[in-house]
Each structure stands twice: as C-alpha cells, then as structure tokens.
C-alpha cells in the first residue's frame, strides 16, 4: 500500500502529464469498444431485419443483390416478376404464405412498398416478432390508404388522417404522382429496421398511380381523374420480389430449386440466412481493418504514457535517489513506476468504458435513425472484457521499461548536482 500511496502522490504532482495521458488511454479504449459495439450493432440490425422467411425471390441475380433490394431498400432490381409466375409460385403445395412486394417510388427520400395485407399478417422481424401499431389501423382498406414507418411519421411529422404524395422514383425530384393524394391510416411501431423508413400502401394503389404511364414513362397529355380511377379494377402485372415462408422449413433447399430452375422466366431464390452470411464475408475484412486500426491506436496510447514517465525519469533522479537513500530497495523502485502506469491505464480503461456508454445513450437514436443500426446498450461481452483485461495487462507490463531505466540510475548519479 505505501507504493501504491508514493505512485498516487507522485501523479498528483504531475497532474496535467497524467491527466493527458489517463484522456488518451480513455479515446483508444472507446475506439476499440465503439467499434465492436458498431459491429456486432450492425450485424445484429441486419439479421433481425427479416425473421420466420424461409426464402426470398425475385427476378434472376445475384443473391446478395436480390437480399440487399427487397430486404434492405438498398439498390434497384434488374428487373421484375411477372405476376403470373408469381401466382404459379405462390399456389405450389409446399408453400404456406406468400408475401409480394413492388419498389421503385419513393416518398421525400423515403422508399414507397406496394404489398398486400398479407404483409401486415407474417412479415416478422427480430425473433420472429409481427408488426404492431403506433396509431390507427392496419392494412389497406382502400385504395387511398397507406400505413408508414415509425420514422418516417416522427422525422416528417406526420399523423392519422394527413395526405400525402408520392413520387415516381428515388430521390426527392421524381415527377410527383399528385392525381393519387394518399391518406395515412397507419403509423407502424418502431422495429429499428427498413420497415420504420419505408411508407407502405397496396399493390393495386402501386398500379393506379401508374395508370397513365408506359414502361416508366408518363404518357404526354393523358391525365386520368381521380374520380374514373377510383373506379377502375387494378390488378398487378408484376412485382420487384416475394418473400415466401414453407410448410416445412426441410423443404427450403428443394424449393429453391425449383425456383432457380423456373422455366417460364429466369428467376432467383436466396435463403436469407444464407446471404447474410455472404454479405458478412464480403464485409469481414473491413471489419478486421477497423479493428486493427482500434488495437494500433491503444498501443500508441500505451506507448505514449511510457514516453511521458521515461521523460520525466530525468526530472526524478533526486527523487529516486532520496528513496534508495532511505532505504527504498530497488524492488520498492520497479514497483513504484509500475504501479504507475497499471494506475494510469485502469483509470483510462475506466473513463473509457464509462464516456463510451454515455456516448452510446446519447447517440444511439440519431445512429438508429440515419443508418438503421440499433446499438445494444448492455454489459461487456466476454471478448470486450478479454480487450479491457489485455489493455490493463500491457499496461502493467509496460511500467517495466521505465522501471528498468530507473533501477539503473545509480545513487551518485541521482544526487550529483548538474550544472
């Protein structure tokens, strides 16, 4: 305990080179933490996206591509589904529940999902969790009802019964299809995944709004009233993809198959989980990069604090020399600056770990909001304590190579006035 009470003493002199060198310890720990907690936030966000699904299919492509569109809102499709191959796909035996979905609108930079009630009955998220309201009602009651995201109705602030506009494309500058004002019937609770940006309304709503348009043009001089579209029977010739959930999850293999063999049109089938792990492979060396940058920067760290204690060396020479005069031995030495550096290091994991979590308190709505990545606030995993464990540990070591300098400082040395 006294060189535990010399090393807290010998700080409180030094307070500002310690007090720095305790704030640089405290950023590389909440670097190396942060970006842990991002990606396992990340690839927690992205797997719970989309739960109970056994297969999603759409039009020939990449699997990944396919996941990243119709999942993910992410990119466009190459192209779409007939409705009719849909229909001979969706009325197979082996087929419990479908689930069609038709992108390509948008709504002030939000996407625009044309689906049918069957989404709002088995689309789940999260461990296998449905949909619920915030306000109103689910579904599509007619033609002019349109259910949005959590996010959507609190960043636009929107409420049950305002209209809105939707536009033809992404983007905010897409020619507007103001013949169909929609009326907000529903606001989902919030999922923290695409659904939460995502302003949903019905695949028939999806084909009146396109009424006077011709393979993605608007037909020059054609304007359908609101009054004769009302009136119009709508049914989809095509969608961008299905999600579709099987009697038996043993049959997933050999559905898709069947899918990607379809010879009425080429199409594609993925397993979500499947590509999930595809999409994490792609993405596992930037994941490592980071987390070698992380590592590099707490070494920095742990080198600069012996840098600051090795600089000082020079200043303390009489201090030393006092302690071995009084009968300090030079065990009492090495363990005076070792407890120095095991002192600083811990009190900079400690600040770390507790600035990043408030950090996270405060940033995790406005991260949830801009990327969809909802960060679990909870205790350490094993493999954080693992790092904190290795910092504290190196740390300690590192105290070792000043104490060595000093040890070598001889007595005359240290009291021998330089001029």
């Known amino acids: 305990m006294t060189v535990i009470r010399l090393a807290m003493q010998s700080l409180r002199n030094r307070w500002l080179t310690a007090l720095l ?45 396919l996941l990243l569109y119709s999942v993910f809102r992410i990119g466009n499709a190459t ?35 044309g689906t049918t009630n069957a989404y709002f009955k088995h689309y789940r998220f999260r461990d296998k969790q449905l949909l619920t309201l915030q306000a109103g009602r689910g579904g599509f009651h007619g033609l002019l009802d349109t259910v949005i995201g959590a996010d959507v109705a609190r960043t636009l602030g929107y409420k049950i019964g305002d209209k809105i506009i939707v536009s033809h494309g992404l983007g905010e500058i897409g020619e507007k299809h103001d013949v169909l004002p929609f009326e907000i019937t529903g606001i989902l609770a919030k999922t923290g995944t695409p659904v939460d940006r995502t302003v949903h ?15 993605g043009y ?15 029977k709508f049914r989809p010739d095509e969608v961008t993809a299905a999600f579709i959930g099987l009697k038996s999850r043993l049959q997933a293999f050999k559905f898709q198959r069947f899918v990607n063999d379809y010879s009425k049109e080429p199409l594609t089938a993925v397993l979500p989980g499947v590509a999930l792990h595809q999409l994490w492979s792609l993405v596992g060396t930037a994941e490592r990069a980071l987390l070698l940058i992380s590592v590099m920067v707490v070494i920095t760290a742990i080198l600069g ?101 000093a040890y070598r400082l001889s007595l005359a040395d240290g009291m021998m006035v330089r001029t």
């Open 21 to 65: 060198t305790v704030l640089a310890i405290a950023v590389s720990v909440m670097l190396l933490l942060g970006v842990e907690k991002i990606r396992n936030g990340a690839r927690a966000s992205f797997a719970n996206t989309i739960s109970g699904t056994d297969l999603v299919v759409g039009a020939r492509s990449g699997g990944l591509q």
């Open 79 to 113: 192209n779409e589904v007939t409705w009719r191959s849909y229909k001979d796909i969706a009325s197979r035996p082996e087929v419990a529940w479908t689930i069609p979905i038709a992108l390509g609108d948008s709504h002030r930079g939000y996407r625009v999902l």
């Open 201 to 215: 309304v019905s695949l028939e709503a999806i084909e009146a709004m396109h009424v006077d348009w011709h393979k």
């Open 218 to 232: 608007k037909m020059p001089g054609q304007t359908t009233p609101l009054a004769k579209i009302l009136r119009m």
């Open 305 to 405: 604090m012996i840098t600051m204690i090795l600089a000082t060396l020079n200043e303390r020479r009489r201090e030393i020399a006092i302690l071995r005069s009084v009968g300090a031995g030079p065990r009492t030495v090495v363990g005076l600056l070792v407890a120095e550096t095991s002192i600083l290091t811990l009190a900079g994991v400690v600040l770390g770990v507790f600035s990043l979590y408030g950090l996270l308190i405060v940033a995790r709505p406005a991260i949830d909001r801009a990327y969809g990545i909802y960060l679990e606030i909870g205790a350490p995993t094993q493999r954080e304590l693992l790092a904190l464990a290795a910092i504290i540990l190196g740390g300690c070591l590192a105290g070792f190579v000043p104490a060595w300098r």
